[in-house]
């Protein structure tokens, strides 16, 4: 069985910074696109940033030169480093897995992404 396991987040002022990780156990494919949506509430899921078997990455837009993604060790492991954070990110943050795709062409459906996370909150104050 797959599971994704998120850990970091919290409260932070406008500007400031946050991890995020996510470590993946049971999975051993060698394809897959691995990586972070975000919902606020009484808003649609967005995708917020990917990062594939090929170890390339693609971000939205409203992430775009504050986000990085990447991997650690033996990959199945991301992090999120989410620099200067606004009001307008908080939401709830979900770690997403999609077996035997990569990333591209971006984005893909949220339908590709078979296994998700519980969640973790994010509150960027003003």
């Known amino acids: 069985e797959v599971q994704l396991v998120e850990s970091g987040g919290g409260s932070v002022q406008s500007g400031g910074s946050l991890r995020l990780s996510c470590a993946a156990s049971?999975?051993?494919?060698?394809?897959?696109?691995m990586g972070w949506f975000r919902q606020a509430p009484g808003k649609e899921r967005e995708g917020v940033a990917f990062i594939d078997s090929r170890d390339l990455a693609t971000y939205g837009e409203s992430v775009k030169g504050r986000f990085a993604i990447s991997q650690v060790n033996d990959k199945y492991t991301l992090n999120l480093q989410m620099n200067s954070l606004k009001p307008a990110d908080t939401a709830m943050y979900y770690c997403a897995l999609a077996p035997g795709y990569i990333c591209s062409p971006a984005p893909r459906p949220n339908s590709v992404f078979r296994y998700w996370g519980q969640g973790i909150q994010v509150t960027v104050s003003s």
């Open positions: 049971g999975y051993t494919g060698s394809t897959y696109c």
